[in-house]
């Protein structure tokens, strides 16, 4: 016989196979419970005394919770088993029988603390709601693929080892490359550039690792970002596709995950947009008594943008220069220029990116370089790139995790990512 996935158990007639985990089981003397999970559900098995074969009913209750078990049986109507359904078993086999006593805790009512359960991550998977983040996520990522190929954006893979820095600043990973040192890609930023002044519309789910030493509920070391570049392209142009890329993928999650949205308790609707110049939003900030930062947003800032926006994609642009990447374009291409073209993307009170237009122009990315302390030579094939042809161009990354993480309201960005690596963690 074939298996039967368990939501299709429930419209099946007469015996099916499945297979699955315990996820409990309770024994009423007569009648025994059990309840079966797979990935797309759970079904309750119930035994009868005397009816059920007694080998079968026997082991029923004995099996150590989450342990795999392959289950035979007929599928009968019982108006008061959740779904309506249950399975009267004819046949139980161990497939792998779990310990008795688990690490952490995996019912529904789980209080085991974060750390503990990332400790055991594979275990923390038997839990339905930690499923339901992954299976959101991986809405995300093939909703933000999905996009982006209807924009005409090409999916591009980029190298994660890398010469010099691609954002400036220290935060880098190093590591022995032969005879030369190297580092860990903080991002894909120069390379999709390059991409985009030939191809137009590039786009990349890449990992980024960055050597800062937090520890806060919304950074990791190592993160996956939607990386986007286009060229004849300006801030203003590739704001309107972020806000546009946010509100599909809202929109996909919201009717393929309706499930995991409901289980994790999260009501979601399309997000509205607004644009703000930095300048306006720091006078607004500071009109709410909000302690401001003349370079960059502060978390309490970015805070006090959803109670005043809910439910709102803010775009703050005219940015700093000041607060901002060597390549990213000042205003009015001035070298000297106070603002930039760059933006801010605030979204249920946190950035979820950092855009903006880039310096195209040889010269200019060379003073911008040494204005922010860096060396010139170090950025030679990155400024050669724009030697030939390369037009005006903008792009913008947004974090994966943390859109996640924004999206469902998580306390912890731990808890958008399998395997994450942090100042401490580094298994599993
Ligand atoms: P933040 O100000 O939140 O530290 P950033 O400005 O340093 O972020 P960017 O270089 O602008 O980060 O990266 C683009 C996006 O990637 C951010 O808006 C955020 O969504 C995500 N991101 C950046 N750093 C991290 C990190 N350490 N962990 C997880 N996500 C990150
Ligand atoms: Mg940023």
Redesign the pocket.
Known sequence: MERTLIADAFKAKGKVLLKGWVHDSRDLSKVKFLVLKDRTGRIQVTGVSGKTPEKVFNLMDKINKESAVLIEGSVQDSPKAPGGKEILPDKIEILAEADVNLPIDVSDFSKTELPKRIDYRFLDLHREKAQAIFKIQSTLLQAYRKFMTEEGAIEAIFPSIISSSSEGGTELYPLKYFEKSAYLSQSCQLYKQMLACSMEKVFAVFTVWRAEKHNTIRHLNESRQFDFEMCFADDKIVMDVLAKCVQFIVKEVMEIRKNELELLGVQLKIPKVKYMTFKETNDLLKKNKIVTNEHDLTGEGEKKLNELFPNTIVFVHDWPMAGKPFYIMPKDAKVDAILSNGF?AIYNGM?I??GGQRVHIPELLEKRLKVKGLNPKDFKSYIDSFRFGAPPHAGWGVGVERLTMVLLGLPNIREAVLFPRDRERLTP
Do not use: A, G, Q, V
């Open positions: 801010d950035e990116s950092s």
